[in-house]
Nanobody
Framework: QVQLVEYGGGLVQPGGSLRLSCLAS????????IEWYRQLPGKQREWVALITPRGGTNYAASVKGRFTISRDDAKNTVNLQMNNLKPEDTAVYYC???????????WGQGTQVTVSS
């Protein structure tokens, strides 16, 4: 079982960039798929991106071409590089990890991203 912590949120102007990191503690991280979600107050959590243990990726249409997810298993880290940020990207961003075929899964505590001039 891994524990997840997000880093890297903050305030950025429209068109700017931020990199979020999801740092895992515990073993077996390399066997985990990691997803990023985001959520505005009073709204449902929205799926953003996925990276599989083998490095396969997928993105929500709203972020495709602007966001890039990557992993470094040696550092137990998944990064979400966010470029050309828009005000509608403002949300609390969460990482979620799970090991397919098992009951093991974990959410991070979230990190705030605010895109505003």
């Amino acid at each position: 079982q891994v524990q997840l912590v997000e880093y890297g949120g903050g305030l950025v102007q429209p068109g700017g960039s931020l990199r979020l990191s999801c740092l895992a503690s515990g073993s077996m991280f390399s066997m985990y798929s990691i997803e990023w979600y985001r959520q505005l107050p009073g709204k449902q959590r929205e799926w953003v991106a996925l990276i599989t243990p083998r490095g396969g990726t997928n993105y929500a249409a709203s972020v495709k071409g602007r966001f890039t997810i990557s992993r470094d298993d040696a550092k137990n880290t998944v990064n979400l590089q966010m470029n050309n940020l828009k005000p509608e990207d403002t949300a609390v961003y969460y990482c979620y990890g799970y090991q397919s075929g098992t009951q093991f899964s974990s959410w991070g505590q979230g990190t705030q991203v605010t895109v505003s001039s």
